[in-house]
């Protein structure tokens, strides 16, 4: 069971190239994210997917964009990127269960991407 | 806004002894739901524990259990008997019910000292 999948694991970008972040999760969940994280500053909700054919924006979607393939997949997109996009990208899948009587949702994370723009 | 503060940027601890790691957070809403992560050296991120806002009993999982305050938003995550293995960064989390928007706090560096 592999889980969450991302590629490519690094990645050097020169400003104003483009490219897209894969993720994909084998656990058939609904529920899909992408994160970024930056030095200090914790992880940071930049788009979700709630379901197939859904997605909003998080707290820093500027520059990104994002495709829900179909269950499986949810795919990041940098159009033209900057070095602010300098970071470390994480992906995650969720699934709201019942355990124990309680409704509770959990996060499963890729291993990441780390991205450098220069 | 929704907040969540982890004010011990890191923390050390020799092995076998506890360690508390502390998080605060901010909000109006009276259903929801708190997370600690751990992230080793891999980066891979790993739920620890898990409390949901309406349970009263604080939850626990082996040598992990947090002391949940709901009244002073606090959120507290214990570690018995600290293995080299702990040694991670942790991130505290919240969830507001009924959304998918995860807050997560800047985390604090657990160093174990053999």
């Known amino acids: 069971n592999a889980g969450v999948t991302q590629t490519p694991k690094f990645q050097v970008l020169k400003t104003g190239q483009s490219m897209t972040l894969q993720c994909a999760q084998d656990?058939?969940?609904?529920?899909m994210y992408w994160y970024r994280q930056d030095p200090g500053m914790g992880l940071r909700l930049i788009y979700y997917s709630a379901s197939e054919g859904t997605t909003d924006k998080g707290e820093v979607p500027n520059g990104y964009n994002v495709s829900r393939l179909n269950k499986r997949e949810f795919s990041l997109r940098l159009e033209s990127a900057a070095p602010s996009q300098t970071s470390v990208y994480f992906c995650?899948?969720?699934?709201?269960?019942?355990?124990?009587?309680?409704?509770?949702?959990?996060?499963?994370f890729g291993p990441g991407t780390r991205l450098t723009v220069l | 806004a929704q907040t969540v503060t982890q004010s011990q940027p890191e923390m050390s601890v020799q092995e076998a002894e506890t360690v508390t790691l502390s998080c605060t957070y901010d909000t109006s809403e009276s259903d929801y739901y708190l997370f600690w992560y751990k992230q080793p050296p891999s980066r891979q991120m790993i739920l620890v524990i898990r409390?949901?806002?309406?349970?009263?009993q604080n939850a626990t999982e082996n040598r992990f259990s947090v002391n949940f305050q709901k009244a002073a938003k606090s959120f507290s995550l214990k570690i018995s008997d600290s293995q080299l293995g702990d040694a991670a960064m942790y991130f505290c989390a919240y969830l507001p019910s009924g959304t998918y928007k995860y807050i997560f706090g800047t985390g604090t560096r657990l160093k174990v000292l053999a």
């Open positions: 409390q949901e806002a309406y349970k009263q």
């Open positions: 995650a899948s969720s699934e709201w269960s019942l355990a124990g009587g309680t409704s509770t949702d959990t996060q499963y």
């Open positions: 656990m058939n969940h609904n529920s």
